[in-house]
């Protein structure tokens, strides 16, 4: 029995009440996590008390924190019963939507995940905006992702790629970015023009090699299956039946995006991921990705999708680094 109580619960003076849930079939030590993280954690953000025994989840605290905690909970042992692994991240983030909207069911259809031959695990959506953010590429032939960093959002759109290259959708894949300097300056870089440009792709090489097994992915970037290239090297070219990537796009100029768009061809299909708040340009309004946000949004079959610091999915911190950064820009000041 894993029994957890948050801090100062026993001081609570509103009428307790018990809530008990079937946790049957559910993996005791996914649910649990280590050394009862995961109940720990619902314990202190719901200010409740835990108990997991056997088959049941069960929440004591007033009425006000047990409704609050239930449809986490209920996620919880849902995941766990999937065998879908979770962290403390994605419990916290659970409470984070719960406070939006009503936390759906952990269920799932083919159609929600990414299952890729040979990968070494299925890729799942971890919020509601990954949700719509992969719901907007299956829909739409141009897909813009919008947020910070840590959303998914160039992991999720290689996933789809290499979803439609194994599935025949497409013959091939394109990943492409702008090679624009953050603070580094590429001209003292070692080695020919390949050395040079290779660090600044090298996010779209990780994705990748996450995704394939390296000699795959190997044999399918001699056979040109699977391009990567600079952004300047799609000049002049139709690009047909292709998934494109450009990612970083907030660093592509106006006239750079414009290219890129009109590089599309017959059965070709296109995400463009960035991040507003991390433009390198030497005149940030020149950004390409501003200025298809201000013009192409009433475009049909072109779809932008926001994601938010609710979605990061890396460590937990990056998610306070991303608020607190927000917060100086906004001139608001955070207490100690």
């Known amino acids: 029995m894993s029994e957890t109580g948050a801090p100062g619960s026993g001081s609570v003076e509103a009428p307790v009440i018990q809530h008990r849930l079937s946790a049957d079939g559910a993996d005791e030590l996914l649910l649990a996590g280590v050394n009862d993280v995961h109940l720990k954690a619902l314990a202190r953000l719901g200010d409740l008390r835990v108990i997991l025994r056997s088959d049941q989840l069960i929440l004591s605290g007033d009425v006000e924190a047990v409704e609050r905690c239930t449809p986490v909970a209920q996620r919880m042992i849902r995941m766990a019963q999937l065998r879908r692994s979770f962290d403390l991240a994605d419990v916290e983030r659970f409470f984070a939507e719960a406070e939006r909207e009503p936390l759906e069911a952990a269920t799932e259809t083919d159609e929600e995940v990414v299952a890729l031959p040979g990968a070494r695990k299925v890729i799942r959506p971890k919020s509601r905006g990954q949700k719509d953010y992969l719901a907007a590429i299956r ?12 959303t998914g959002k160039t992991y999720l759109g290689v996933a789809m790629a290499v979803d439609a290259l194994a599935r025949k959708r497409v013959r091939r894949i394109i990943l492409t ?37 390296s000699d795959r992915m190997r044999r399918a970037i001699e056979e040109h299956a699977i391009e990567i290239a600079p952004l300047a090297y799609m000049r002049g070219r139709t690009l047909s039946d292709a998934f494109l990537i450009l990612d970083e796009a907030q660093n592509a100029t106006a006239a750079q995006m414009k290219m890129f768009l009109t590089r599309l061809g017959l059965n070709s299909r296109t995400v463009i991921t960035g991040d507003k708040t991390q433009i390198d340009l030497p005149r940030p309004e020149e950004s390409g990705l501003l200025e298809i946000e201000r013009i192409l949004q009433s475009v049909e079959g072109i779809d932008f999708v926001y994601l938010t610091e609710s979605d990061v999915v890396r460590h937990r911190l990056v998610k306070e680094i991303i608020r607190a950064y927000a917060d100086h820009d906004n001139g608001v000041e955070r207490g100690g």
């Open 139 to 150: 829909a739409n032939d141009i897909v813009v992702g919008i947020g910070p960093a840590g």
């Open 177 to 213: 970015r702008p090679a624009v300097e953050a603070g580094e300056a590429l001209g003292f870089l070692p080695g020919d023009i390949r050395d040079k440009v290779d660090p600044y792709l090298r996010p779209l090489y990780d994705a990748l090699e996450d995704m394939m097994p």
